[in-house]
């Protein structure tokens, strides 16, 4: 029977991603783990995985191609024993196309179900794995062709009379693999499959998901009803990036109670021990003041955890180590990579590491579990000249600190007028998880870092 390869999610906000190039081609023989093909998500560029074996039938979605949603076929797969007839007729989503002699007569004008829309039970539940390119049989209207099965697990269930509506998958997007089969405890599965066959169906919401505006072609009418002139502009397209920014960005600033709280930090000290370091630093290193930042950012959370907090439904998660993640600016939006543990990092350690994250960001290089995530935001916009501003709340984040230019301004030291290198930092506090109080207490800490660099040494 026809495997078909699925547009992977590659992660939790993918919902579209381009087909950049295909690393097979038709009739080559493909094993479980053997790179398939590019991807480039809203994020990053990946090489993705085939989780099923058999032999490349047929390439659906050209490489090149833009905008591939999540679960559509791009190619198909034939198992090692099968004729390359079984694809006679093949029709993509749907398996073989029935014969004439078969097909039902429907009246003209009406509409015949079809397995390729979103609404087929082999497009619900969790993503495939980071990764790994899902893959479905084809097996025409057989109810069993909408259970996610290897081929060797749905002939073990058929030897051992086993429905494979009873039994929960492992695998990949709840695929079911030969070792579930193996385990399978009839006794135990067959009043939990009673008991899900009982239960009603659940309505789905029309209201799910968040609005960021006018649907796709609408932003010319939109305009308009904002008195902007016709022809006045040039419409260029949300591209995947900057559509999961703006969704994610009015969720959070629509859902989360934040506050910002400002303060000034002295940064002579900071300065005079940056050039210092450098001078003394291994070939290839060059600390930069936000290196600095990350880690006294990163002592400040573990000095202060009651900060290092994520809001959840069920209560407040307490991080147990300090997961920064920076802002950096790549052509159509912005990405945060993280530098994990960064309390636990030294200053040449967090340079390096950083450098490396960031060049591959602009790259879209980078994997999934280097972006998702962390515990806290660092965002830095003094090298433009920003003397303050204040940032959205990057969930599940509980805090993000907006850094401003370091510039001189006068100040008063002992009663006397002095001037002085000041940075001005806002915090942005996630009000659920970080009280006033809290957030003040942690930014002494931080500017106390900050304005005595030696400390961080410690």
């Given at each position: 029977m026809p495997i078909?390869?699925?547009?992977?999610?590659l992660s939790p906000t993918m919902e579209e991603g381009n087909l950049t190039k295909w690393l097979v081609k038709e009739g080559d023989t493909v094993s479980s783990g053997?790179?398939?093909?590019?991807?480039e998500t809203d994020k990053a560029t990946m090489e993705v995985e085939a989780v099923e074996e058999g032999v490349l039938a047929k390439i659906l979605v050209a490489e090149g191609?833009?905008?591939?949603?999540?679960?559509?076929?791009?190619?198909?797969?034939?198992?090692?024993d099968e004729d390359a007839s079984v694809m006679d007729g093949y029709v993509a989503g749907g398996g073989s196309a029935p014969k004439a002699s078969d097909a039902p007569s429907a009246p003209q004008g009406g509409t015949s179900p079809t397995s390729g829309g979103g609404q087929e039970s082999?497009?619900?539940?969790p993503p495939p794995s980071s990764?790994?390119?899902?893959?479905?049989?084809?097996?025409?209207?057989?109810?069993s062709s909408r259970i996610k099965a290897?081929?060797?697990a749905k002939r073990l269930a058929k030897d051992a009379g086993i429905d494979l509506a009873s039994v929960k998958g492992t695998g990949p997007n709840g695929r079911i693999l030969k070792a579930d089969i193996e385990s399978f405890d009839a006794s135990k599965a067959a009043p939990k499959a009673a008991a899900k066959s009982e239960a009603p169906a659940a309505k789905a919401d029309p209201n799910a998901g968040t609005d960021v505006g006018p649907s796709r072609g609408d932003g010319a009418s939109y305009l308009e009803k904002l008195g902007v002139t016709p022809g006045s502009y040039d419409l260029v397209p949300l591209d995947g990036m900057r559509r999961v920014?703006?969704?994610?960005?009015?969720?959070?600033?629509q859902d989360v109670p934040d506050f910002p709280l400002v303060i000034d930090c002295e940064i002579d000290e900071l300065l005079a021990m940056r050039k210092q370091l450098n001078a003394q630093a291994p070939e290839g290193v060059k600390v930069s003041v936000n290196d600095m930042l990350i880690r006294a950012s990163a002592l400040a959370l573990k000095h202060f955890p009651d900060a290092n907090a994520s809001y959840t439904p069920d209560g407040i998660a307490y991080h147990k180590h300090a997961d920064v993640a920076v802002a950096v600016a790549i052509d159509g939006g912005l990405i945060t990579p993280i530098v994990r543990e960064a309390e636990n990092k030294g200053?040449?350690?967090?340079?390096?590491?950083?450098?490396?994250?960031?060049?591959?960001?602009?790259?879209?290089?980078?994997?999934?579990?280097?972006?998702?995530?962390?515990?806290?935001?660092?965002?830095?916009?003094?090298?433009?000249?920003?003397k303050e501003f204040g940032s959205i709340i990057n969930e599940p984040h509980g805090m993000i600190l907006s850094v401003g230019a370091g510039a001189p301004r006068p100040v008063v030291k002992d009663g006397a007028l002095a001037v002085a290198t000041v940075m001005t930092v806002t915090l942005t506090c996630d009000h659920r998880v970080v009280d006033g109080a809290i957030g003040a207490q942690w930014l002494q800490v931080f500017k106390r870092f900050v304005e005595q660099p030696i400390t961080m040494m410690l």
């Open positions: 078909e390869i699925l547009m992977p999610a053997d790179l398939l093909a590019e991807i191609t833009a905008e591939v949603k999540v679960n559509t076929p791009i190619a198909v797969l034939l198992e090692d082999d497009n619900s539940g990764g790994e390119v899902g893959a479905k049989h084809s097996e025409g209207a057989d109810p290897s081929p060797l920014i703006a969704k994610r960005l009015v969720s959070s600033n200053l040449s350690t967090i340079s390096t590491e950083m450098k490396d994250l960031a060049g591959r960001a602009r790259e879209k290089k980078l994997k999934p579990q280097e972006y998702q995530g962390g515990t806290f935001s660092i965002s830095n916009l003094g090298m433009f000249g920003i």
